[in-house]
């Protein structure tokens, strides 16, 4: 879900790795002065949203950190508002309550303020752009404190047929829906990750530009 390379770099992996029908002649043109530990706020450059709904630089860290969460039906992450994907809520929750619980989990570089809006509440998420969080596992969080709180009837069986299959392409796999509403702890499911991650960082490794 998150691939921690440039489009270049990228495009470049997938060119050697036979992910498009037909290779081709891929040229990529070096950024000077740039290096993976710089956001784009570093870089004093204009942000050109990508959608309507990546208004701003910091939008991509939130859009990592919800997005998941957000390809379920039954929760909101604030599109339409003022700040997509920078909300975790459910139908008549109680801001505050949720607010404390996350922030309780003391997420290294998060924290949550109460909201309400359109009938839901939840928290806002504040995230430091060099947050040591792991964006991506932020979604198990959230998607397992809302269950814990939306009743009966979780994210996952709100959620239609077809829109559960862009979450299962988007996710990766259907062990999440399993494994959640069993019990499975997130921090469990996340540390599984770690395998498949260490192999995808070998993997990219040649193919990346900048230090």
Aim: aromatic residues 12%; glycine residues 12%; contains cysteine.
């Amino acid at each position: 879900y998150i691939h921690g390379m440039t489009a270049g770099e990228l495009a470049q992996m997938a060119n050697a790795k036979g992910w498009i029908a037909k290779s081709c002649r891929l040229t990529v043109v070096p950024v000077l002065g740039w290096n993976r530990g710089m956001t784009w706020e570093h870089t004093g450059l204009r942000w050109i949203p990508t959608s309507p709904n990546i208004p701003k630089p910091s939008s991509p860290r939130y859009y990592a950190a919800t997005g998941i969460f957000g390809s379920l039906s039954g929760g909101d992450i604030g599109i339409g508002s003022d700040g997509p994907f920078e909300y975790v809520g459910g139908p008549g929750f109680d801001p505050n309550e949720l607010t404390a619980y996350l922030n309780s989990l003391r997420l290294p570089g998060v924290r949550f303020s109460p909201y309400t809006r359109n009938g839901y509440g939840g928290a806002r998420v504040s995230i430091d752009p060099q947050a040591p969080m792991d964006l991506a596992g932020m979604n198990l969080i959230f998607i397992d404190a809302v269950n814990r709180r939306i009743g009966s009837r979780n994210l996952f069986t709100r959620t239609s047929a077809s829109n559960k299959d862009v979450f299962y392409k988007v996710y990766g796999s259907t062990s999440m829906e399993r494994d959640l509403p069993r019990g499975v702890q997130p921090a469990k499911i996340i540390a599984s990750w770690q395998g498949a991650n260490e192999a995808f960082r070998k993997a990219r490794q040649p193919y990346l530009i900048y230090e």
